[in-house]
């Protein structure tokens, strides 16, 4: 087939011992999903879960052992950090259900939903859409996937990020106010889950700015950590 211009090549992360990689095919990202972080962005409860995307190249691969570099976006002056358990779908489906959905997993990353919070904050405030402040160029950067029978008790794992050393992030996946299970479930409900989605699981409190030259690293238990710094 003949092309007006070459397409651009496919996204993909790396698979932890494997020499296969994860092509990306949409990135879900799940809003105010820890009880903390809800309230820190003025929300209280278990409030019923809202999914946004982010476009899949807007993925920066984190390979293991090294410092990837994050470019300070344009238009923003607060550039927060969101760290999260990114879930790699590897069988797709619809109307999935509860007690099947973790099926479907094909393994974990560690990511980080970055944000430019002013601009989201003012789309907000005018009731309009806020991608331009989550769906832009290197928001969506992830470490190598780990298999999920490598991690079976991942639901049980600690997620930190540390900003130049200091502790900002902390808390259990335990602690998501909708499990990996359900979410999974809910997402399936509006969209047809295919093999290559992945599926950033929400933030826990302590959000926060970042400056050109700060270096984040976020972990979590099983997974490969991911470090970065912002160029």
Sequence with gaps: ??????????VAVPVVGAEAQFA?????????????????MGHTGREPPFFFMKPADAVVVVSAGQTASLPYPS??????????????????GKNIAVDQALSHVYGYAVGLD????DLQNDMK???????????????????PITHAA????????????????????????????????????????AWELQPGDL??????????????GDTLVGAITG???????VS
Excluded at 1 to 10: I, K, N, Q, W
Excluded at 126 to 133: N, T, Y
Excluded at 151 to 156: E, L, M
Excluded at 200 to 212: D, F, H, L, R
């Design 1 to 10: 087939m003949d092309y007006v211009f070459a397409p651009a090549p496919p």
């Design 24 to 40: 990306v095919h949409r990135i879900y990202c799940v809003g105010r999903n820890y009880v903390e972080h809800a309230q820190e």
């Design 75 to 92: 238009l923003t002056h607060s550039l927060h950090h969101e760290i999260e358990l990114v879930v790699a779908i590897g069988t797709g």
């Design 114 to 117: 970055m944000t430019r919070r």
């Design 125 to 143: 405030k005018q009731g309009r859409p806020w991608c331009i402040g989550k769906g832009f160029d290197y928001s969506a950067p992830i470490g």
């Design 150 to 189: 490598a991690v079976p008790d991942i639901q049980h794992a600690s997620i930190s990020l540390q900003v130049n050393g200091a502790v900002r992030q902390t808390s259990q996946i335990d602690k998501l106010i909708w499990n990996l299970a359900e979410t999974i479930t809910e997402l399936s409900k």
């Design 199 to 212: 599926i950033y699981t929400g933030t826990p409190a302590g959000v926060g700015a970042v400056e050109v």
């Design 223 to 229: 997974l490969t950590p991911i470090a970065l710094q």
